[in-house]
């Protein structure tokens, strides 16, 4: 009788940071070593700012958000656990602090014009690609990638991104979302089943 394998996603945990081990950062940032911080934030960023971008759909929001979570984390520094997968910390709390600005009205763009303005990069040469078989090198492409993005949730961009780009596991994403390792897996099959209907045309 044919089961579902109970084989267990290896972690893919951020474990160092421009040479460092990441809990020797952390434990930095922990003691007030404002150089440890500056090391987290850049090795952050990028990702922490597209999560933010894709649930706040403002570029300047964006980087407003990220910005309040590593003020957050440095005025918590004292507590923070050394331990913790710091890309699923980080990226929650991104994700609550743009939920919380959503919430108050403090988000004015739309996510088609931040597709339009090709805001939302495609993804890079060797990165996995949103459906297989399909040609990337064209811009004719790159527009209907685009658009097809527009057609996903936020919940849905936020989990491909964190899946193609950064290759989280589904726990880790799920601990992302606030979902269970079944519900977040569950989301990246159902944006890229929506990628790939929207880019039938391209497979070759």
């Known amino acids: 009788m044919t089961g579902r394998s109970n084989t267990v996603e290896p972690s893919?945990?951020?474990?160092v940071i421009e040479g460092l081990p990441v809990g020797e950062v952390l434990a930095g940032i922990r003691v007030g070593d404002q150089t440890a911080l500056a090391s987290l934030y850049r090795a952050m960023y990028a990702l922490l700012w597209r999560i933010a971008l894709l649930m706040t759909r403002s570029a300047a929001t964006a980087e407003e958000v990220v910005q309040d979570v590593f003020l957050a984390l440095w005025a918590r520094r004292e507590v923070l656990d050394v331990e913790v997968d710091i890309q699923v910390y980080l990226a929650a709390a991104v994700r609550n602090r743009a939920n919380d600005i959503g919430r108050h009205g403090m988000v004015v763009s739309t996510v088609e014009r931040a597709v339009e303005q090709h805001t939302l990069?495609?993804?890079?040469?060797?990165?996995?690609?949103p459906a297989p078989d399909v040609a990337v090198e064209t811009q004719e492409f790159y527009d209907a990638y685009y658009r097809a993005l527009a057609l996903l949730t936020k919940r849905e961009r936020t989990?491909?991104?964190?899946?193609?780009?950064?290759?989280?596991?589904?726990?880790?994403?799920?601990g992302v979302l606030g979902l269970s390792n079944v519900g977040a897996r569950a989301v990246v099959l159902r944006g890229q089943q929506k990628i790939q209907q929207a880019l039938a045309d391209y497979r070759t």
């Open 12 to 15: 893919n945990r951020l474990t």
């Open 159 to 174: 989990a491909l991104l964190l899946r193609w780009e950064q290759e989280l596991t589904f726990e880790q994403i799920g």
């Open 121 to 129: 990069d495609a993804p890079a040469v060797g990165m996995a690609a």
